[in-house]
């Protein structure tokens, strides 16, 4: 199971930051990658921030580079997507996922992801 929590409330000014926490349960993340994905309306759900099982290397998105920062903690079996200076642009549903893939590659498509989050809307807005 897959549980997203989010810290920061549900509605955000411009510039101001998010994090989002992605709690595994049932299973370890230690042979797993991980990512964070976001949809906005009538978008198809966009790969924004990728992390891999091993050296913990991470892929961001041009959109969100810069911004935003995928990190891992096995020990708490979480994985977290800190989002700072945040646009009107991010608003979205963000989703996390976790997948059993042991090695240095980044799973950047949705459709790799047999493990979901249920998923947390933020909206960035004045």
């Known amino acids: 199971q897959v549980q997203l929590v989010k810290s920061g409330g549900d509605l955000v000014q411009p510039g101001g930051s998010l994090r989002l926490s992605c709690v595994v349960s049932?299973?370890?993340?230690?042979?797993?990658?991980a990512g964070w994905f976001r949809q906005a309306p009538g978008q198809e759900r966009e790969d924004i921030a990728c992390?891999?099982?091993?050296?913990?290397?991470?892929y961001y998105a041009d959109s969100v580079n810069g911004r935003f920062t995928i990190s891992r903690d096995n020990a708490k079996n979480t994985v977290y997507l800190q989002m700072n200076r945040l646009k009107p642009e991010d608003t979205a549903l963000y989703y996390c996922a976790a997948e059993r893939s042991y090695g240095t590659r980044w799973l950047r498509d949705p459709g790799e992801y047999a493990h979901w989050g249920q998923g947390t809307q933020v909206t960035v807005s004045s």
């Open positions: 049932g299973f370890s993340l230690d042979y797993y990658a």
């Open positions: 992390i891999n099982s091993t050296d913990r290397s991470t």
